[in-house]
């Protein structure tokens, strides 16, 4: 409709615009007096009709204009009239309308596809923008301009990062940049970016800046020239990179090349005076350097192609490698690094197989093994590695054979593809699964599927626990083989059944009853669902169900009462109808006796009105009972209940009577109205022992209800023997009507009170009854409210019914509920203090916890603030009830009557029942309440907690990789010490060879002695390689090793930088001390405390400084204690150094948690001790596992 309506109003404007110009016309036509030709006047109007509305409307303005031209025009007055000139300019015109319509739409749909092409190229702008600010943050890298017309500049933001400034901390310009160079390199590269200026060249400088921490950086800045549409140099635009770790390494380079130059100007030395004694090492020389030269073009070639070859692995998302005929890796493209968190160099010689967990590592080299055995390739195998960092990643692994060149089988080369995400989000898939079923299993619902021929495919424990067939009974069966819906409720089923399978309605709830394996009726509630397919078909029915038994036998309960209780109101004799109520509510209770007796207090005397369940002979026995006897008589006495219970072994004398019946239990309850006992009424059981509080409550409510019953046919007899009475003394004296007028107002008065009396009661007993139902029903508070005001008025006939809750801060009562004259409360104010806004009944009920009434409204003195607005809608009485919860006062019900006097004692006690059971609906919905959100908070609390091991779990392994990278740097310089001397040996034994060739000395035997010494120090360069590549290894499992070993392992690793700095090591070991734990994380403990003693040492300049390890064992116990003599760690911190990140070097030299992890390893990994005290010279570490 929408659209027919925007298609008609595009057809309007084109009509409208024609209109328009028609008008135009004959005024311009009148201006200047002469006719215009008619293309000035409509083509354009179909023209911006086309461009405007589309091309429809467009061509609408075509035709009317040609025929308004037609009328108008060419025959005034003359439609279709023409001549051959007119109709052929018709023609035309027509034709024209519709090329220039036609045009026009083509317009709108190039305009159309334009601003979609400027939209998708403007979206891939900005992801393209994206992208570059992402590589420019990954490459530490900023983007600048530089308007050379009006020396404007842009910085980026990563650009303000790289310069270690804050961003937009000052004025982009290429002063403020001058200002960032180091001061050494200011005037250079200003003059260099100068004359690139001027020259309108690519822009390429390099210099350096100074931190705020004082480190000096080295930053490089390329420029492009840009140029306008007249060819003149206008701005540059460019990068600016850190090229820090580039400087270092090229000066790393220089000063190795330095050092070669040296050598090389020694060797050539050593050449020169060798030239003279040997013309043959000369022309070897010179084939070598051809080699030389040979090789080293090879090499740029092989370089160019590897280059070649890393580029386009670089830009591939999997990880690409190569390993030999060993499985050991060759090559590794760089996105190992993402992948698994190594660099590849971490990774040659290394086998897949030592990256992955030690039965995957074994289950994946057998696989592996037997397809290289057959030389052939493999896809896609699945397999686990382990993440440097400790976490698992899945990994798809596929490779293909290499063959030399005589066929045999070189390796493998492949690819690794990441599926870690899809393997999470498959077990996350499989984990909710696991958790619905888990929920399904123990939810307090019955869960019940089947498929769409009626087949049980599901069946819960609760279902067994609810119906009584286990599982493995129904499974594979129909519903309708178990025959376990009630025979009246068939219909029901069937009804619910037809709307799940013909798809009328995907969810259906029904209520109906059911058998149980044993038989019995249960009421349940069916909660069923229709499960679709991915065709939108009906695959299954998930049914929860929830037994509702108890609560609908609470609403029977419920039902007879207001039954029991609308049967006594409408009774003209109550006392006639006793005996079949009580015969009915005997049933409902599963009793066997029922008794009801009638009393006469002035007697002290109870008659039996009515009985049931025993014979005419017991019934003789109390025709009359005297107060006292037995247990009616005792209740009646007494005014108050009386239960014996467990009789046949009940020695009581009063249960002597009942015991002669039969009967096992007994209830009598007196029958009360204003403080007078009108009788009892009794039930008695045969087959039960006891009655639960739930059976003594409904008989305590009928009891009520028949009391008050009674006293209405009392009232109403007395009232009726009144009556005769008085017509009885009318007739005797009427000649005495005078002198009785008095006497006669007054009796007439008292039936008019006393029928008024009976209506309210009436009216009581409606609304009890009613507030009862409400509260079984109700389920939150303020629904609960307003049903109470609601009945009030209009069950109770009451003028206005209101609830207000008291305001924590004011004290003030707030209006949450109200029916009626609700006039009465606008901007009312009634508060709980002692003050006359609270001296009203509902004041006073809130104050005192109870109830209040006011029965003379206008005239009490409690009222006068609201004397006046009561007048005004007719308030004579008003009472309140307190309303609590949880035992506290939170607000009131509060009624009000037109009529004075309105309310009595039994209007206060049924009031005061009214009170009692709203406080108590109160509770129940605050105990719901609380119970839900202490559900809700241990869930917060459980996922707070999770989140918080998380967050350690990281952090611990944040510590774990800083040491391991600090002590890493540590040993690169050990390292470096330990090469100095061999390569220095190796220098000289090579230098010997030259020297001695061709003199006597040279000989066999002399030429092995030298090849072994070098080999020698080859092999021990080549194991302090070995030891510091499986140092740093991640110990997988938990190994017995020799603590003596790892002892020297760990010296090993520290020994040339000890030597160094003249620091002597004492050594004092046992044999034979072995401990269970991890090999390498125990030596790394122990590196960490080497190294902080040398540093110690070197800090304070330790004369003669020494350090003593010490291995020994004590009862299973391994004792390894490090000393030293660096002066011993002061007092304050000497509690503080095992804290994280607790250091006492500078920022650059340490980061505060090799000895925190030092003892992680220990004492939480090792389950040992590592502690600290200061000696007499220095500190002393103790290593107890």
Request: charge should be negative; include cysteine.
């Amino acid at each position: 409709m929408k659209l027919m309506f925007g298609n008609c109003w595009r057809y309007l404007e084109a009509l409208v615009l024609v209109a328009v110009a028609l008008f135009l016309r004959m005024g311009i036509e009148i201006l200047i007096g002469s006719e215009l030709p008619t293309f000035i006047t409509f083509f354009p109007v179909i023209m911006l009709a086309s461009l405007v509305a589309g091309f429809g409307p467009g061509l609408l303005a075509t035709v009317v204009s040609s025929i308004v031209v037609d009328v108008f025009i060419f025959t005034p007055g003359q439609f279709g009239h023409w001549n051959l000139g007119e109709a052929v300019s018709q023609i035309l015109f027509i034709i024209f309308g519709i090329c220039m319509s036609l045009v026009a739409r083509r317009y709108l749909q190039m305009q159309q596809s334009m601003e979609t092409l400027v939209g998708e190229r403007t979206k891939a702008l900005n992801e393209n923008e994206a992208r570059l600010r992402m590589a420019h943050q990954a490459a530490n890298a900023g983007a600048w301009e530089w308007d050379i017309r009006t020396n404007k500049n842009y910085w980026s933001e990563e650009l303000w990062r790289v310069y270690g400034l804050d961003p937009h901390s000052c004025e982009p310009s290429f002063e403020a940049w001058l200002q960032i160079i180091h001061p050494d390199d200011r005037v250079a590269v200003a003059q260099a970016v100068q004359a690139a200026a001027a020259a309108g060249s690519e822009l390429s400088v390099e210099w350096r800046v100074c931190g705020s921490d004082g480190a000096v950086r080295w930053l490089m800045s390329r420029g492009q020239p840009k140029y306008d549409a007249d060819g003149s140099f206008v701005r540059y635009v460019g990068i600016v990179m850190d090229i820090t770790g580039r400087k270092q390494v090229e000066e790393e380079v220089l000063e190795r090349d330095a050092r070669l130059q040296v050598a090389y100007y020694q060797l050539q030395v050593t050449n020169i005076e060798q030239q003279a004694q040997s013309e043959e090492l000369r022309e070897r020389n010179e084939e070598l350097a051809l080699l030389w030269k040979q090789a080293q073009e090879t090499e740029f070639l092989l370089r160019g192609s590897e280059d070649r070859f890393r580029d386009i692995v670089d830009v591939l998302a999997d990880w690409i490698w190569e390993v030999d005929i060993n499985s050991a890796y060759i090559f590794t493209s760089g996105r190992v690094k993402e992948l698994l968190g190594y660099d590849p160099e971490e990774l040659i010689g290394r086998t897949p197989f030592d990256l992955m967990p030690p039965d995957e590592a074994a289950r994946a080299r057998n696989e592996i093994q037997a397809v290289m055995a057959r030389g052939e390739s493999f896809r896609d195998f699945e397999n686990v590695n382990i993440h440097k960092n400790g976490t698992f990643r899945y990994i798809q692994t596929s490779g293909v054979p290499i063959f030399d060149s005589q066929g045999n089988l070189w390796g493998y080369r492949g690819v690794d593809r990441d599926v870690t995400e899809q393997k999470l989000v498959e077990r996350a898939l499989q984990k909710n699964e696991e958790r619905l079923r888990f929920h399904m299993e123990n939810s307090p619902m019955a869960v019940i599927e089947w498929d769409n021929n009626f087949i049980l495919t599901r069946w819960t424990g609760e279902s067994e626990r609810m119906f009584g067939w286990s599982a493995a009974e129904v499974l594979g069966k129909t519903l309708d083989s178990l025959n376990m819906v009630f025979e009246d409720d068939i219909p029901i089923v069937e009804e619910t059944m037809a709307r799940l399978t013909d798809g009328t309605s995907r969810h259906v709830i029904a209520t109906n009853r059911n058998y149980t394996r044993s038989g019995a009726v249960r009421y349940c509630t069916w909660y069923n669902s229709v499960l679709v397919d991915a065709q939108g078909q009906m695959s299954s029915v998930m049914s929860k169900v929830i037994d509702i038994s108890d609560r609908v036998e609470a609403e029977q309960r419920l039902d007879l009462l207001a039954e029991t209780a609308r049967r006594l109101l409408l009774s003209e004799s109550p006392q006639d109808i006793v005996e079949s109520l009580c015969t009915k509510v005997m049933s409902a209770l599963g009793c066997d006796v029922f008794i009801n007796f009638l009393g006469d207090e002035e007697q002290g005397r109870l008659y039996l009105n009515s009985c049931s369940g025993i014979s005419a002979e017991e019934q003789q026995k109390i025709e009359c009972l005297d107060f006292g006897v037995a247990i009616c008589g005792c209740a009646a006495r007494d005014a108050c209940r009386v239960v014996a219970e467990d009789i046949p072994n009940n020695f009581d004398p009063r249960t002597e009577l009942v015991k002669s019946f039969g009967v096992k239990a007994y209830a009598c309850h007196p029958l009360m109205a204003q403080d007078r006992v009108l009788g009892t009424l009794s039930f008695g059981s045969r087959t039960r022992s006891f009655f639960p509080e739930d059976d003594l409550a409904l008989m305590k409510a009928v009891a009520d209800q028949v009391a008050m019953a009674i006293e209405r046919m009392q009232s109403a007899q007395t009232l009726y023997k009144s009556n005769n009475e008085l017509e009885r003394r009318v007739v005797e004296r009427t000649n005495e009507l005078a002198l009785s007028v008095t006497q006669l107002r007054d009796e007439i008065s008292e039936r008019v009170r006393a029928e008024k009396h009976l209506q309210r009661l009436n009216r009581l007993y409606a609304v009890l009854s009613e507030t009862n139902q409400t509260i079984v029903r109700s389920t939150a508070r303020e629904s609960l409210f307003r049903d109470f005001c609601r009945i009030a008025v209009e069950h109770g006939g009451f003028l206005l019914a209101w609830v207000g809750l008291i305001d924590d801060q004011s004290g003030q009562l707030r209006n949450v509920a109200s029916c009626g004259a609700t006039g009465y409360l606008d901007d009312i104010r009634i508060t709980v203090k002692d003050e006359p806004a609270g001296l009203g009944p509902t004041g006073i009920s809130m104050r005192e916890g109870t109830y209040a009434i006011s029965n003379d409204f206008q005239h009490d003195a409690g009222t006068r603030s609201w004397h006046e607005r009561g007048k005004a809608f007719g308030i004579q009485s008003s009472a309140s009830i307190a309303l609590k919860e949880e035992g506290t006062v939170i607000g009131a019900l509060t009624l009000y009557s037109q009529e004075k006097n309105y309310f009595d004692e039994q209007h206060v006690s049924l009031l005061q029942q009214m009170g009692a059971d709203v406080s108590f609906a109160l509770d129940n919905m605050v105990r719901e309440k609380r119970r839900l959100e202490a559900e809700q908070t241990l869930r917060e609390e459980t996922l707070q907690r999770l989140q918080a091991v998380e967050s350690l779990r990281r952090q611990e392994h944040i510590m774990i990789q800083q040491n391991r990278q600090a002590a890493m740097g540590e040993m690169i310089g050990n390292i470096a010490h330990q090469w100095r001397q061999p390569l220095n040996t190796l220098g000289l034994l090579n230098q010997r060879l030259g020297f001695f060739y061709g003199s006597p000395n040279f000989n066999k035997e002399f030429l092995e002695t030298s090849v072994s010494k070098s080999m020698e120090l080859i092999n021990y360069m080549s194991r302090t390689i070995d030891d510091f590549r499986t140092f740093f290894a991640a110990d997988r499992e938990m190994t017995t090793f020799q603590v003596n070993e790892t002892v020297n392992k760990a010296l090993s690793l520290v020994e040339a930088s000890f030597k160094e700095r003249r620091i002597n090591m004492e050594r004092d070991e046992a044999a034979d001390v072995f401990i269970n734990g991890y090999p390498n994380e125990y030596a790394q403990v122990l590196l960490n405390i080497l190294i902080n003693a040398k540093d110690a040492m070197i800090e304070r300049n330790i004369e003669s400084p020494w350090l003593k390890i010490t291995v020994s064992s004590e009862n299973g116990t391994s004792l390894v204690s490090i000393a030293d003599n660096a002066g011993g760690i002061p007092e304050d911190i000497v509690e503080k150094i095992f804290d994280p990140y607790f250091t006492t070097k500078g920022p650059q030299q340490g980061t505060g948690v090799g000895l925190f992890m030092a003892k992680s390893i220990i004492e939480n990994n090792m389950g040992g001790r590592l502690t600290v005290r200061n000696t007499d010279v220095g500190a002393e570490f103790l290593i107890e596992v």
